[in-house]
């Protein structure tokens, strides 16, 4: 706070409401100046000293606000080139092990398609085997048919050939078994 105001003085050095000071009191005034402007000085040194410090104390703090914020944008920059770095390497991984279960999917589709292909083989050759054994099979039956046929055939012919002779037997047999008895009788008479 500054001093207080004075009145107008005059050019005899004193104060111009009327009264002259005499040399004691203009003294003394002079020494209450002097004492308030040295109280002043000293407020105003003080002031200068406080605000100094403040300043000094400000330019540290800001220093070490600097300093605390390039550490830490120091710190930032080494995680971020860290995780980058990782994350290149995760994505590298990754790429290689994708690639590598791309040609373990690819090997495994070869191997289907090669499984698949033998497996249509092999069935198309037992459905060839099985085709040709049932046609076989049908032959044979056709065989054993027109066989069996023949047989009886044959057999019809042989019984009615049989059945021929019979009766002829049966006929010359009629005609002779008079004779053939005479015979005998006379066999049995000779005896």
């Known amino acids: 706070m500054g ?9 005899g050095g004193g104060e111009t409401d009327g009264m002259k ?3 004691d009191d203009q003294l003394k005034k002079l020494q209450q100046e002097s ?29 070490d606000v600097n300093r605390r ?4 944008k120091t710190n930032t ?13 995760m994505q590298e991984t990754l790429v290689s092990k994708i690639n590598q279960l791309e040609g373990t999917i690819q090997e495994l589709k ?7 292909a033998t497996f249509q083989q092999k069935l198309r050759a037992k459905e060839k085997v099985i085709g040709d054994q049932e046609e076989e099979i049908k032959d044979m039956k056709s065989k054993m048919e ?4 023949e047989f009886g055939d044959m ?4 019984l009615d050939k049989m059945k021929e002779r019979i009766e002829l037997n049966s006929a010359n047999f009629e005609e002779q078994s008079v004779p053939i008895n005479k015979r005998l009788e006379e066999f049995n008479l000779k005896d």
């Open 77 to 89: 920059y080494e995680i971020t080139r860290d995780m980058t770095r990782q994350y290149k390497d």
């Open 146 to 149: 027109g066989m069996a046929a």
């Open 35 to 63: 004492l308030a402007m040295q109280v002043q000085r000293n407020f105003d040194t003080e002031v200068k000293a406080n605000a100094e410090a403040t300043a000094r104390e400000l330019k540290m703090r800001m220093a």
């Open 21 to 23: 000071l005499g040399e």
């Open 155 to 158: 057999l019809k012919k042989t």
């Open 110 to 116: 070869d191997e289907l398609e090669t499984n698949r």
């Open 3 to 11: 001093p207080k105001k004075k009145g107008k003085k005059d050019k």
């Open 69 to 72: 914020y390039e550490e830490e």
